[in-house]
């Protein structure tokens, strides 16, 4: 309580002479609720920034938000599974083959919100759901501003979708061709001037084969899952100008993964108050708080038995931040804030022997991390140029720490065997971020930028080895910051509203990145690298002609670790899971009466399993497909078919065993929307 009242002390601080302000100010235009943050700044083209309009959220043929960023050529998990047939702590999300480890070196971000798990890092792909979602907008680079701690390889920024966009009642109900369901429903009522949302979604399966049948024993298990979610959000205008937004987030996932037994389940309980003025000074005022847990059983491969119960990973998210933009003249949008983040949590773990199934061991480790950051930004469009020209320049400095990290492990008998108390660390980085972008006339625009960016070391990095049988990975807590240094530019191209086109050319590098550094057979280490180097080109189109559209994206990267010393065999090799091509295009055919029919083809490379470059998996084509048919009173028929062409994409390669991704899957089922 104490940590929420210090979070909630400086939204109170902002809304006083906010609302002293308002209340004597003119009578004004009518009260207009959005239930979002603050607009654009000029600047934001000055970035390669990609936008996902609603539309597009609701044709994904997976009904998953991993699969609508999947059109944004270069991101990427940390296995090509989405989040029904892989761990949840693999769901680390990166942009531009900046990858290499399962932690996010992407900074996801809902309605303002850090969604990033605090203690591994991974993104709870299952409780975001598209329907519930109004755009999303993918910024690819360095970041800086509010939370720009973590976003090394670019932010991506999901906004809610508010009544307007939903509707009353909206809902769905679909079947697959294995008897998987799909469950949706939201009701979102006007209540005033402002709107509630309450949503639920619920998603089953007795799952897939992940394992090829040559390589099937009798106790491996299909990929199954069972996960809910359960979301309320409410907008309440308290003046012309001040907008309070309240959100509360429940989910729960449950999966089993390969063999029989080997069952992961993470969970979450997250809210936030968010205070927004679009008065003469415009400030965005947010808390939040967030409480999870990850359980993960790991199944020899061998024996078929539990080799380990990763049984509790409880772990706290906390922070909030202001962010304030005076009025400095219609030349200047200046932004300048504070934001704040605490990670905590501590792994809970027995592991037991495969031959007489008692524990063997038990063990205890975690810590708590902490980012307090200052950032200043400023947009300038100087009107002596002679051409629309826009000028960026930012700063952001992080206060980070390092603290209270500890492992300790006892024997079956309980007797401490291990137990170490690692030192607090601290210090100060600074961030720097400037960028122009000019119109040059026939809808032509060049944009250019440069940054440097932060990550911090997540609590699972540093304390929490794993084990994805054979193969153990250690923890370490000595591991250091990364860092980015990156540059790019751009040039689009809008000949007319219809047609798009944009070319960026980057080199991005991150010093110290954090890799699985093998060191001896079926062991890997964390260890900072030197440097993960990334250079490429990313190329979109967009196109409407009548009722027919084109959206597609190519990105085309040359990623490789840079490193010595006791890395040294991994210096020149590309990181592990990074494909050099990622491609992406949808057809869409928009009819009257609100049919529509859309299909994606997808390109992945070729990608390794591991940082050796030992074991491969091959590039990967597929085609998805989705029908909605107008049937009556806001009802529709939903078809949706993935992978239509049953390609075999194989998700893991470790010495030949294989794992692979989603099989030709068929939805059929019915949409609300009132």
């Known amino acids: 309580m104490r940590h929420i009242a210090i ?23 009518p009260i207009v609720v959005s239930g979002r943050g603050l607009e654009e700044t000029p600047a934001t083209p000055a970035y390669d920034v990609r936008r996902i309009d609603r539309e597009a959220l609701l044709r994904a043929a997976s009904g998953r938000i991993e699969d609508v960023l999947a059109s944004v050529a270069g991101f990427q998990q940390f296995r090509r599974s989405d989040s029904r047939s892989s761990n949840p702590s693999a769901q680390g999300v990166t942009l531009r083959a900046l990858g290499g480890n399962a932690t996010s070196r992407s900074l996801v971000l809902l309605d303002g919100v850090p969604m990033a798990d605090p203690f591994f890092g991974f993104i709870p792909f299952s409780a975001l759901a598209p329907e519930r979602l109004a755009s999303v907008r993918v910024t690819r680079g360095g970041g800086s501003g509010a939370f720009g701690a973590g976003a090394v390889a670019g932010t991506i920024e999901l906004e809610s979708a508010g009544a307007s966009e939903l509707g009353l009642a ?49 106790a ?23 907008e ?44 939040y708080v967030q409480a999870r847990d990850f359980s993960n059983i790991v199944i020899s491969s061998t024996s078929f038995r539990r080799t380990l119960d990763q049984r509790r990973t409880p772990s706290t998210g906390l922070g909030g931040k202001i ?3 005076p009025p400095l003249g ?31 061991a038990r063990r205890r480790a975690g810590g708590r991390n902490g980012d307090l950051g200052l950032f200043a930004q400023n947009d300038w469009t100087p009107g002596f140029l002679g051409i629309p020209v826009v000028l960026t320049g930012g700063f952001r400095a992080d206060r980070w720490t390092i603290r209270n990290g500890h492992f300790r492990e006892t024997n079956a008998a309980g007797r401490v065997t291990t137990r170490n108390v690692f030192a607090d660390r601290s210090g100060w980085d600074v961030s720097l971020r400037g960028g122009a972008v000019a ?5 032509v625009q060049l944009r250019g930028a440069g940054y440097t960016g932060l990550r911090l070391p997540t609590l699972n990095e540093l304390y929490r080895p794993f084990v994805v049988f054979p193969v153990t990975t250690r923890a370490n807590a000595a591991l ?37 550094v093998t060191i001896a057979t079926n062991v890997r280490e964390r260890r900072n690298v030197d440097a993960v180097h990334a250079r490429g080109l990313e190329l979109g189109a967009q196109w409407s002609v009548g009722t027919l559209a084109f959206d597609g994206s190519l990105a085309l990267t040359d990623a490789e670790v840079e490193a010595s010393g006791a890395s040294a065999t991994l210096d020149g090799k590309r990181p592990a899971q990074t494909p050099k091509v990622a491609a992406s295009g949808t057809l869409s055919w928009a009819l009257a009466q609100g049919w529509l029919l859309a299909t994606t083809l997808r390109r992945t490379g070729r990608q390794f399993e591991g940082d050796l470059e030992t074991d491969a998996l091959p590039a990967t084509t597929t085609i998805d497909a989705f029908a909605r048919i107008p049937l009556a009173r806001g009802f529709s028929l939903v078809l949706r078919g993935e992978n239509l062409t049953g390609e075999r994409i194989v998700t893991r390669n470790q010495a030949g065993s294989i794992d692979l991704g989603v099989p030709r899957t068929l939805w059929a089922g019915v949409r609300l929307g009132l």
């Not at 979070?7 to 235009?29: N, Q, V």
């Open 7 to 29: 979070l909630t002390l400086p939204l109170l601080l902002i809304a006083a002479p906010a609302s002293a302000e308002d209340e004597a100010a003119e009578p004004s235009a």
């Open 170 to 218: 909206s809902g769905g109900l679909l079947v697959d061709d294995r008897g998987s369901t799909e469950a949706s429903a939201t009701f979102a009522p006007r209540l005033g001037q402002g709107f509630a949302v309450v949503s639920g979604r619920w998603d089953r399966s007795d799952g897939f084969w992940t394992t090829p049948r040559a390589q099937r024993v009798a």
């Open 220 to 242: 491996s298990a299909r990929a199954q899952y069972d996960s809910w979610s359960t979301g309320i959000r409410a907008v309440a205008p308290l003046t012309d100008t001040l």
């Open 244 to 287: 309070l937004q309240v959100r509360g987030l429940v989910f729960d996932d449950q999966r089993t993964l390969r063999f029989k037994g080997a069952d992961t389940a993470s969970s979450g309980q997250d809210a936030s108050v968010r205070l927004v003025g679009r008065g003469l000074w415009k400030f965005d005022a947010l808390g």
């Open 323 to 325: 962010e304030v933009r």
């Open 330 to 360: 219609g030349d200047h949008v200046a932004r300048l804030g504070i934001d704040y983040r605490l990670a905590s949590g501590e792994l809970q773990e027995e592991a037991y022997s495969t031959v007489t199934g008692l524990v063997t």
């Open 439 to 443: 119109k040059l006339g026939s809808g």
């Open 480 to 516: 250091r910051n990364e860092r980015l240094r990156g540059f790019e530019g751009g040039i689009d191209f809008v000949p007319s509203p219809a047609v798009t086109f944009s070319a960026t050319a980057f080199d991005n590098r991150v010093r110290n990145a954090i890799a699985n």
